[in-house]
């Protein structure tokens, strides 16, 4: 199906580009993305993909807006305290572009359900601040073959990459891309929370940008995939730097 004039108009700047075109911006209508989280992270996050016209949206969350959110969650006003996230961010999305199919899941992800939740996406965007959860969404995405974009903050330092493990099954160790247990194998003994060390707010939104931008890069085939690489940036310095990461033959969920 083609664009209308009205998408036409909206997606301009990006058909403009000729890394995504009007072929890529199909591709973007077409796709479905799963948001786990609503939070610092998921919030602008889903803010830039349903700008950019992602065809369905699925965001997974089971917590409600709090006053110590609104530092940094952009999604929400004072006036959402207290309403659960999913309902707040489909309001907002909803407004920014109703062109989004935005479904929400007022649940918590975990290793019983997560497969079902997202079995139908072509894409998943970790931004939850839970090594458990990260460790079940990359799980799930690794059974089922899908991409991931994972990325984490806290204080004033993040990181970003994209795992696309499932994509490489049968491959000799040399080819294969790792998964997140991969880069964080075992299960830390303390959980760094921002409740528990505090973060900068901005950083929250540039690393939420900078995941929806890895999302669409992948959806679209646009540039060069994250996949194997971790990007990390330090707020105080303003310095980042991109390092391997390559598989690893005693991965718990991808290794031999």
């Given amino acids: 199906m083609s664009l209308t004039p009205e998408q036409l108009e909206r997606y301009a700047r990006h058909i403009m580009l000729r890394e995504i075109g009007g072929p890529g911006q199909q591709a973007l209508r077409n796709a479905h993305a799963v948001m786990i989280g609503a939070g610092a ?9 349903t700008a950019a016209g992602v065809g369905f949206l699925t965001i ?9 959110n609104l530092q940094r969650q952009v999604l929400f006003g004072t006036s ?6 999913t309902e707040a961010a489909r309001e907002l999305l909803n407004d920014l572009n109703p062109d989004v199919n935005i479904r929400i ?3 918590r992800l975990t290793a019983e ?5 997202i079995a139908a996406a072509a894409i998943v965007i970790d931004g939850s601040d839970s090594f458990t959860t990260r460790f079940d969404v990359n799980a799930a995405c690794h059974a089922l073959g899908m991409p991931l974009v994972s990325g984490a903050v806290g204080r004033w330092s993040a990181q970003v990459s994209v795992f696309k493990s499932g994509k490489t099954k ?5 080819q294969r891309l790792p998964c997140y247990r991969c880069f964080v194998p075992d299960m830390p003994e303390t959980e760094e929370t921002c409740a528990a060390v505090g973060v900068i ?6 690393i939420g940008a900078r995941m929806a931008l890895e999302a669409v890069k992948e959806i679209t085939g646009a540039g060069t995939s994250l996949a194997g690489k971790l990007w990390l940036f330090d707020g105080l310095s303003g310095d980042s730097r991109t390092v391997a990461l390559p598989a690893d033959p005693g991965c718990p969920v991808c290794g031999e």
Avoid: C, F, H, W
Wanted: charged share 20%; net charge negative.
């Fill in 41 to 49: 992270l998921g919030g602008p996050a889903a803010m830039y993909l």
């Fill in 60 to 68: 997974i969350d089971d917590d409600v807006v709090s006053l110590s």
């Fill in 80 to 85: 959402d305290v207290g309403r659960p996230k």
């Fill in 105 to 107: 899941e007022q649940t």
């Fill in 113 to 117: 359900n997560a497969e079902a939740l």
């Fill in 170 to 174: 049968g491959k000799a160790l040399a």
């Fill in 201 to 206: 707010g901005p950083l929250t939104g540039m």
